[in-house]
């Protein structure tokens, strides 16, 4: 069942498992050449003791993109964090295979996503929030500049 989660997975060197730790705040860790089982939709999970993960949901994201942030490829599988002999477990609950349309698909998420916080700020009274395009803009050549760099 978990084939197609695990064939795309597969070409991605890395995910993010994403959790909730036990303040309840939500806790990421990168894992390294995920083992991915494709039969049971398991996968062990490392992660550091200082980061105090609880049972419970969970999901993995892996990503990856060209450096002007297109090309941009997503798997996200939903689930649970398990605490088995000692270490952790990610156990798959759902999986929807990425989307063959792409930007398409991306965009009219996009569009719903903004369509959908509008009516939330408008129910609550809220104006959208500034946002303040000097300081992005100065972050983002720098990182440029860092980058060029190689920092």
Do not use: C
Request: proline share 7%.
């Amino acid at each position: 069942m978990w084939q197609l989660a695990s064939e795309s997975l597969s070409a991605f060197p890395e995910v993010v498992i994403t959790t909730v730790g036990i303040g309840g705040h939500p806790v990421s860790v990168r894992q390294r050449s995920p083992r991915y089982d494709a039969e049971t939709g398991e996968m062990p999970v490392l992660m550091p003791a200082s980061v105090a993960p609880a049972a419970g949901p969970a999901n993995v994201l892996a990503h990856s993109h060209d450096e002007d942030l297109w090309n941009l490829r997503i798997v996200r599988i939903k689930g649970r964090l398990e605490s088995r002999d000692g270490g952790w477990i990610f156990v798959s609950t759902a999986f929807t295979p990425p989307s063959p349309e792409g930007f398409k698909s991306r965009w009219l998420m996009a569009k719903a996503m903004r369509r959908s916080s509008s009516r939330y700020l408008a129910a609550r009274g809220l104006a959208h929030p500034k946002v303040n395009w000097t300081i992005l803009k100065r972050m983002q050549r720098q990182a440029q500049l860092n980058r060029r760099q190689g920092q």
